[in-house]
């Protein structure tokens, strides 16, 4: 089993920035990629980057690509999500995810564990 715990959110006015940090713990080596997801009411949740631990290759939804750093800190099994120039339509709860898989996927189906998210806000 793993334990994730995200942290950082909050209310930003656009043209802000925001760091989340998504705290592991538990059987971390089973889980090779984490991925940052988020949601809106009424709405799947949506893909928006995801990062290797071993390697640290990332990948970005187009959305988020420029504007988003995904990072990790292995010996603190963290990984953090840096949200810059954000946007109205970047209001969601953003979700961490860890994936058993080897390869980085971009369907939450894909991924085994979740936080319980934190809530993003960014006015105009």
């Known amino acids: 089993q793993v334990q994730l715990v995200e942290s950082g959110g909050g209310l930003v006015q656009a043209g802000g920035s925001l760091r989340l940090s998504c705290a592991a713990s538990?059987?971390?080596?089973?889980?090779?990629?984490m991925g940052w997801f988020r949601q809106t009411p009424g709405k799947e949740r949506d893909f928006v980057a995801a990062?290797?631990?071993?390697?640290?290759?990332?990948y970005y939804a187009d959305s988020v690509k420029g504007r988003f750093t995904i990072s990790r800190d292995n010996a603190k099994d963290t990984v953090y999500l840096q949200m810059n120039s954000l946007k109205p339509e970047d209001t969601a709860v953003y979700y961490c995810?860890?994936?058993?898989?080897?390869?980085?996927?971009?369907?939450?189906?894909?991924?085994?564990?979740w936080g319980q998210g934190t809530q993003v806000t960014v006015s105009s």
């Open positions: 990062i290797k631990w071993s390697t640290g290759s990332t």
């Open positions: 538990g059987r971390t080596f089973g889980t090779p990629v």
């Open positions: 995810a860890a994936d058993r898989r080897l390869t980085i996927g971009t369907t939450a189906g894909s991924y085994d564990y």
